[in-house]
């Protein structure tokens, strides 16, 4: 098992073995029964590896989706500063066409 590691020369055979097998498995049966063959298999090895599977799935679900922060955001303030902003820019404008005439 000490050979068995990523950038190893095994470990290069065996991910070639297996994408072989797998666009065999693709061409002879097609690639919704592959692809519905690796699921079964995914969750084959999840009810047969994972001990605690409600907290792996609890872990899982949060590193995916995290917590969400709540903020009230004050609608009026961010109004008033995007008008105060626009109208800044737009005297800005009509001041540069008055010098530039």
């Known amino acids: ?13 065996f991910l070639g073995l297996l994408l072989a097998l797998l666009g ?4 002879t049966i097609g690639f919704w029964k592959t692809l ?3 699921l079964l298999f995914c969750v ?5 590896a994972v001990e605690n599977k409600s907290r792996f799935l609890k872990d899982t679900v949060n ?6 922060k709540e903020e009230n ?8 500063k995007e008008q105060e ?12 066409e008055e010098d530039g005439e």
Do not use: C, Q, T
């Not at 084959?44 to 047969?48: S, T």
């Not at 609608?75 to 008033?80: T, V």
């Not at 902003?85 to 540069?96: D, I």
């Open 85 to 96: 902003a626009r109208y800044a820019a737009a005297a800005g404008e009509n001041g540069k």
């Open 24 to 27: 065999a498995l693709v061409m």
């Open 1 to 13: 098992m000490k050979h068995f590691h990523r950038g190893s020369p095994v470990f290069g055979l």
């Open 36 to 38: 519905i063959l690796a």
């Open 73 to 80: 955001i004050d609608f009026r303030a961010e109004l008033a």
């Open 44 to 48: 084959g090895y999840f009810l047969g």
């Open 63 to 68: 590193r995916v989706i995290p917590e969400k």
